[in-house]
């Protein structure tokens, strides 16, 4: 049940046009921030007729040969009506099969055949295909495309390396090959002839924004182009002396059309004896490669290089064997990109990096992190960035690491962060040891999972066996960065802090102890080979065989890894999944578990009783130690009401027993009735019919995960469920840097979140929410005051955000919700106009937009599930249910008959979680 299968919500974006189709020069459109002032005025005539990206989302499920597509909502109409070029632009898996890992694409045909990447490829063609098919119902007089089709014959040299995508190439209306692919008259020559008249439009890295092409900080008007004066010190190898611009989002951004700052290049030839070096002077290669394509087709334009009355490929080709000649020349020009991926894949902004630039052997363009010698010292704060106009200038990046720290690695890994501020972020700057800053300018798809985030490969061929540490520093466009560094203090609990400011620390060791446990393995029991090994095991493995076992026979006090800063992880066996190894835990008085060690329990399935007494937790730990859960199935072992007796054993209780934090990555909680309180991370997991909180307690981060069928209503205990909780540690002074990302909860009888207490707090992020709340007053409650609040691409269909609070810092954006929920407060009491952002909020129950930059009124939603107590059998414009009469209810699992929430019964008609689909227009 991995949360990779899920169909998305992806909310409705506004799009710039990055370049003109058939247009003699570049334009970029004028940034648009607002400080609660009219946003909706914005000026769109500037995209109409060109190219206007449309995020399609693909989730790698280990179930399915071919990804999951989600496409973002094309039913903007200011977006579309006119004569533009839609660009499915596909983020989360490679188009082609050659694009998968090594090992991605070894274990597919050992699942599906030798035959698996032809299914793989002509299955996506099929995948997207209907996605263009959609649009061309809906737009008609929109033109469709997909970035990166078709391949260029210089990135397959088999002459048939369109074939297993010719049903997707016959339905598109532009190509928009890969500039990077498009080297040479011969390229064009094959794409022409397969277009039969259909216009080419080769795209670069910058040409479609992630963003899709909206500027969102501020003072850019007069200053989007500047000198980066600070290159030098983030290690940049320019020579100091080009001026770039970059773009709210980190990218590179060049104005053309004039304006302060601007450069007019013109669209006359009148200067036919400049010399190709002249007319680039200045330029660097992906300013030059922007400039061409921007007009390509054109006649009479100075970017007819090669003077035979048209820009085309020629002209780009000159372009492109310019700059390599310099990188040859000249050592100091590796600036303008040279050897890099120049259609933007190398993981930066080719040139600003100062680092691997990604053109390493690393996959996908992840760069990689090369160790230095050590770290001398702190890392020092940087000072505030960007403007201080801006609204967000005094507000902190808030960021946190999203990978497993302290755990043994005897192989290269991935180590990500996810950071987010209410101007966006600028870059993410990591350092290994002490070592040169590998810089990620825009989050990029995790290989394994698909997931998008900053993302860097440790490479552990230059390590000594040992502890290592991984700082980051993160940069804001306008604000505070905030630096990752250093550790818990001793004796301190980690719950008393949770705010994810640390370094990432691993432990290196290319050969741990590995040892077998169970029938024909070296030991009988998990503390059999604690006892027999001790410290040799402290950063070690035990691999369990096909059973069921129990953790721990006794107490295990001599087994103390944690005060060495190690992990011993406790696995199901090489070639063995979940459902072949099962643990049992801790069952009270006269049972074991470990004291003062740290463990990771890894893919197995934990089976929890229903204790008579006592609400001890099957993963039980005491002292200064460390839990890391990952790839674990927990399920109740009563079918029936497991998912609402408050007795069923909870599988861990992290404030309680894990000192040093509790760390989940990839579980499936499924028929128990809460999840993991106090945890450091929960990411990429799924909680599947529940009756309590699913993070209570204060957690650090809950990112990319699901809850399905949350219902309190019919459980046998009358405790509160909430998605999150940050309403209790009244002791820690400032609750800050909290980050609750992609999360959808369906068939939700939930309250969304509750803040309140005595607490300081700050840095909170609730970034692309979907939320299908059977009741429309499960709100997400703000009853404390903050400092710097993020709310952006949320869809609470029938909820709402309470504000009852003052909020220093903001930004709302690209959000829905059912009311402005806000007592008798005007906007003023909750939010400081000047500290700002507000940008496209709707809302479905107001009579009255209730400040600038909102709207009212219905909204049509894409695939919607029926209204509470209605079935539906999907011929009404709804979803269906399960069942479609009250007379068909059998089990709590497809749907609840009489259910009391708030004095008033209904029934719950639920619905398949998969075929919700969010995505909203007016």
Known sequence: MRHMTRRSKFTLIASATIFGLGAPSLAVAPAQTVTPSRISDRADDSRHSGIVPIRVTARISDDELVPTLAAASTHDESMTSRNAVLALTVQGAPLSFDGLTRKRQDDLRSRYGKDAGQRYETGFALRLKNIVDRIHADHPTCRVGVTGMPFSPTTRQDSSF???????????????????????????????????????????????????????????DARQVEVRADRDSRGSKASGQRAESRS??????????????????????????????????????????????????????IWDLNGDGIVDGADLTLVLGFYSEGDDNDDNAND??????????????????????????????????????GFNGSTHQPGNTGSSASPGYGAQAIARWTELPYITRDQDFYVTVSAYHMTDIDRVEFMLNGGDPVVCSEVRPHPDTGYAEYIVNVDVSGLAVGLHEIRAIIYPNHGKPRVLQGRTPEGVSVHQINNGTESFWFNY??????????????????????????????????????????????????????????????????????????????????????RNGSIHVRNVSALSPTLASGHHSLIKGGGANRLFIEGVMNTSLDPVMGWGDLSVQRLANAIGEWEKGCWVLGCDFINVPKGIKGIMLAKNCTYTRMSADAFGSGPGAAINCWLDMGDPANANHQQHADIFQLSVLNSVPVIENRIFADITSTNSSFQIGHITGNNA??????????????????????????????????????????WNSRITHALVRDTLMRKFASGDSDFDDIFVPSKTIIDNVHFTGQSNPPFAGSTVGPVHFAAPSPPLGVPSNGTDGYIPTHVMTDVEFETQYIGNADCEKRGQINDHFYYDKSLLDLRWWR
């Open 162 to 220: 369109n074939t297993n995508y010719a049903a997707l190439i016959e339905s598109v209306d532009v190509f928009l090959p890969r500039a990077s692919d498009v080297r040479s008259d011969a390229a064009m020559q094959t794409l022409s002839t397969t277009a039969g008249g259909r216009q080419i439009v080769p795209i670069t890295g910058n040409s479609l924004n992630s963003r899709s092409g909206r500027n969102r900080a501020d003072a850019r």
């Open 248 to 301: 709210a989002s980190g990218r590179r951004s060049i104005s053309l059309a004039g304006g302060v700052g601007s450069r007019d290049l013109g669209t006359t030839n009148d200067s036919d004896e400049i010399s190709l070096s002249e007319r680039l002077e200045n330029l660097d290669q992906e300013e030059a490669m922007a400039a061409v394509i921007a007009a390509w087709g054109s006649w009479d334009s």
């Open 336 to 373: 303008g990109g040279g050897n890099g991926d120049i259609d933007g894949d190398d993981g930066g902004d080719n040139g600003d990096n100062g680092d691997n630039g990604g053109d390493d052997g690393s996959v996908d363009g992840i760069q990689n992190l090369i160790s230095g010698s």
């Open 509 to 594: 060791d290319p050969n741990p102890t590995t040892v077998h446990v169970g029938p024909n393995g070296q030991y009988d029991s998990i503390s059999d080979a604690i006892n027999a090994l001790g410290e040799q095991l402290y950063g070690g493995r035990i691999y369990l065989s096909e059973g069921t076992h129990h953790l721990f026979d006794d107490y295990n006090t001599s087994f103390r890894n944690t005060e060495e800063d190690k992990v011993l992880t406790i696995s199901s066996a090489p070639g063995l999944s979940t459902s072949h190894v099962f643990i049992t835990g801790y069952a009270g008085n006269g049972d074991g578990y470990l």
């Open 761 to 802: 707090l700050k840095d909170l992020a609730f970034v692309r929410w979907t939320v299908d709340s059977m009741y429309g007053s499960s709100s997400m409650n703000f009853f404390r005051d903050m400092d710097h609040v993020v709310v952006d691409q949320c869809v609470f269909r029938n909820s709402s955000i309470s």
